[in-house]
């Protein structure tokens, strides 16, 4: 049997009415988890597919969704999971790379516009309510098979499937045992659309320990009003999202150690965690364990840890991203000095470190590089290391811009902005001219609350003296435009390529 199902599955039998999922009103139990996977599982051996094909899952962030990725790896097939709110152009788009042999449709879509078999919801329904539970466990997804397949944004072209296997992923599960310690107690959030690999942080460890998964799931997410009750009832013990989601549940007053006092655990990833952001939160939760986590999709969700403690806070400014996996190498591509220390690109390899993407052998030979016989991925994230291995994230390098000459990272812009009392946040970008040069940077920028009333030409100005005293003048944004709030993609992260369409359309 396939090891993390083995896991699942000797939970479901010592403890089969424990909770393993719960979103408001619904809740589902690891009985109910194994035994209706089983049912999916022979349903999908039944159809004959072709061996190792993958199959798209599309829906939300519902249980039966857990239920067909399950049912999918017994039977043989990694998943691709696919959300419900993407356009049909992206589900087009995934279909043509992947050549999947079937999807699992849990949603009320019925035209998808291709021409691979569709199993409706309905039908699905029924088979989970089936009497057909027998599979052949021997054609389980196997060590080195591809247990899931996670598509990257394609906002920039056709997107890109991330393979990651069972050993990738079981090495990532063993990791996080040991950092954060996830047990049967553990009641971890689920808040990340199924599509974003962040929520494999909570999904597989959570279930491979018997925790149960406390869901935020997207609808509730939309309405503010539906978010602050979600929210201040949770029964999670470990809070596991982007910093941006975090920072928009800050909004709500009640939010904090005395209304939740068995939320002792927070766990970030996805984009860089700021100062103030950590700073708010060791004062609203007083006692609690904050980690931040660095890692792309094709590193299977994280590499790199560290807990921010007030010791830390006093140290840096901006924030270390933490120390690498024990088990992973890494190297330092393209390394310029800069501010007395070296900074280069981060190549890592290792045991989480994806097969490449797949049926897409060029994207797969540029960022994937073989280094004396060991496989090296290209992060595309600057680095710097301190002399104990600490690492310190400085942007990405398409991020990077350059402007009358200087080279600029826009991130580390943000970064200054953010240490500021008057910033809460703020997103950074480049303005082009007719001959695609970059022009002017402006910077979009969410004031703290008590700065909210004040004359904008005046904060304009007592930020950009305040930025002076230790930014460069090239790096000062020529622009600063106060909003409401700034744009979040559907994965909870501030959507810069948005605003930088916005301002250049």
Same mark, same amino acid.
């Given at each position: 049997?396939?090891?993390?199902? !083995?896991?699942?599955?000797?939970?479901?039998?010592?403890? @089969?009415?424990?909770?393993?999922?719960?979103?408001?009103?619904?809740?589902?139990?690891? /009985?109910?988890?194994?035994?209706?996977?089983?049912?999916?599982?022979?349903? &999908?051996?039944? #159809?004959?597919? @072709? %061996?190792?094909?993958?199959?798209?899952?599309?829906?939300?962030?519902?249980?039966?969704?857990?239920?067909?990725?399950?049912?999918?790896?017994?039977?043989?097939?990694?998943?691709? @999971?696919?959300?419900?709110?993407?356009?049909? !152009?992206?589900?087009?788009? &995934?279909?043509?790379?992947?050549?999947?042999?079937?999807?699992?449709?849990?949603?009320?879509?019925?035209?998808?516009?291709?021409?691979?078999?569709?199993?409706?919801?309905?039908?699905?329904?029924?088979?989970?309510?089936?009497?057909?539970?027998?599979?052949?466990?021997?054609?389980?997804?196997?060590?080195?098979?591809?247990?899931?397949?996670?598509? *990257?944004?394609?906002?920039?072209?056709?997107?890109?499937?991330?393979?990651?296997? *069972?050993?990738?992923?079981?090495?990532?599960?063993?990791?996080?045992?040991?950092?954060?310690?996830?047990?049967?107690?553990?009641?971890?959030?689920?808040?990340?659309?199924?599509?974003?690999?962040?929520?494999?942080?909570?999904?597989?460890?959570?279930?491979?320990?018997?925790?149960?998964?406390?869901?935020?799931?997207?609808?509730?997410?939309?309405?503010?009003?539906?978010?602050?009750?979600?929210?201040?009832?949770?029964?999670?013990? $470990?809070?596991?999202?982007?910093?941006?989601?975090?920072?928009?549940?800050?909004?709500?007053?009640?939010?904090?150690?005395?209304?939740?006092?068995?939320?002792?655990?927070?766990?970030?990833?996805?984009?860089?965690?700021?100062?103030?952001?950590?700073?708010?939160?060791?004062?609203?939760?007083?006692?609690?364990?904050?980690?931040?986590?660095?890692?792309? $999709?094709?590193?299977?969700?994280? &590499? $790199?840890?560290?807990?921010?403690?007030?010791?830390?806070?006093?140290?840096?400014?901006?924030?270390?991203?933490?120390?690498?996996?024990?088990?992973?190498?890494?190297?330092?591509?393209?390394?310029?000095?800069?501010?007395?220390?070296?900074?280069?690109?981060?190549?890592?390899?290792?045991?989480?470190?994806?097969?490449?993407?797949?049926?897409?052998?060029?994207?797969?030979?540029?960022?994937?590089?073989? &280094?004396?016989?060991? *496989?090296?991925?290209?992060?595309?994230?600057?680095?710097?290391?301190?002399?104990?291995?600490?690492?310190?994230?400085?942007? /990405? $390098?398409?991020?990077?811009?350059?402007?009358?000459?200087?080279?600029?990272?826009?991130?580390?812009?943000?970064?200054?902005?953010?240490?500021?009392?008057?910033?809460?946040?703020?997103?950074?970008?480049?303005?082009?001219?007719?001959?695609?040069?970059?022009?002017?940077?402006?910077?979009?920028?969410?004031?703290?609350? #008590?700065?909210?009333?004040?004359?904008?030409?005046?904060?304009?100005?007592?930020?950009?003296?305040?930025? #002076?005293?230790?930014?460069?003048?090239?790096?000062? @944004?020529?622009?600063?435009?106060?909003? #409401? %709030?700034?744009?979040?993609?559907?994965?909870?992260?501030?959507?810069?390529?948005?605003?930088?369409?916005?301002?250049?359309?």
């Amino acid at each position: 049997m396939n090891k993390i199902i !083995d896991r699942i599955t000797r939970i479901a039998q010592t403890n @089969p009415d424990k909770v393993c999922y719960h979103n408001g009103d619904v809740t589902a139990t690891y /009985r109910d988890l194994d035994s209706q996977s089983d049912k999916i599982a022979s349903f &999908i051996q039944e #159809k004959f597919l @072709p %061996q190792g094909s993958p199959i798209i899952i599309f829906g939300g962030q519902q249980f039966e969704m857990l239920v067909m990725f399950l049912g999918a790896i017994k039977s043989g097939h990694a998943y691709i @999971p696919v959300d419900d709110g993407s356009d049909s !152009d992206r589900i087009k788009q &995934i279909n043509n790379v992947a050549k999947p042999s079937l999807v699992l449709n849990w949603s009320d879509k019925d035209d998808f516009g291709i021409e691979t078999p569709i199993i409706a919801k309905d039908e699905l329904a029924s088979v989970m309510n089936s009497d057909h539970d027998t599979y052949d466990a021997t054609l389980s997804v196997g060590p080195d098979d591809n247990f899931y397949i996670i598509f *990257t944004s394609g906002t920039t072209g056709t997107p890109k499937g991330v393979q990651i296997s *069972t050993n990738n992923l079981l090495d990532f599960v063993d990791w996080v045992d040991a950092e954060y310690k996830y047990t049967s107690q553990t009641h971890v959030m689920l808040q990340a659309p199924f599509s974003f690999d962040l929520s494999v942080f909570s999904i597989y460890p959570g279930l491979t320990n018997g925790a149960t998964l406390e869901v935020l799931d997207k609808e509730t997410a939309k309405n503010l009003a539906k978010l602050q009750q979600a929210i201040i009832n949770t029964e999670a013990t $470990t809070w596991i999202s982007t910093p941006s989601f975090f920072e928009m549940c800050l909004f709500f007053k009640d939010f904090n150690s005395e209304t939740l006092p068995n939320l002792k655990k927070f766990i970030f990833c996805g984009e860089e965690l700021t100062h103030v952001t950590a700073d708010k939160l060791l004062k609203r939760f007083e006692g609690a364990e904050l980690y931040n986590t660095y890692g792309p $999709t094709e590193n299977t969700v994280a &590499i $790199t840890s560290i807990q921010i403690t007030p010791q830390i806070l006093d140290l840096f400014d901006r924030l270390p991203i933490g120390y690498l996996k024990k088990n992973m190498e890494h190297k330092l591509a393209n390394v310029e000095e800069k501010d007395g220390e070296k900074v280069g690109e981060l190549l890592v390899s290792g045991p989480d470190v994806s097969k490449g993407y797949l049926n897409n052998p060029v994207q797969t030979e540029k960022a994937f590089e073989s &280094i004396e016989g060991k *496989t090296f991925y290209h992060t595309g994230d600057m680095v710097s290391e301190n002399e104990d291995g600490l690492l310190f994230y400085k942007g /990405r $390098t398409d991020f990077q811009i350059k402007m009358h000459g200087y080279r600029i990272e826009l991130e580390e812009v943000d970064s200054l902005l953010s240490n500021l009392e008057e910033v809460k946040q703020s997103c950074t970008v480049p303005l082009y001219n007719s001959k695609k040069q970059v022009n002017k940077i402006i910077a979009h920028i969410v004031l703290d609350e #008590k700065y909210q009333d004040v004359d904008e030409k005046e904060m304009s100005r007592q930020i950009k003296e305040e930025l #002076k005293q230790n930014t460069m003048e090239y790096m000062i @944004p020529n622009i600063l435009k106060f909003v #409401k %709030q700034l744009p979040i993609s559907k994965n909870g992260k501030i959507d810069r390529k948005a605003l930088i369409g916005e301002v250049n359309a």
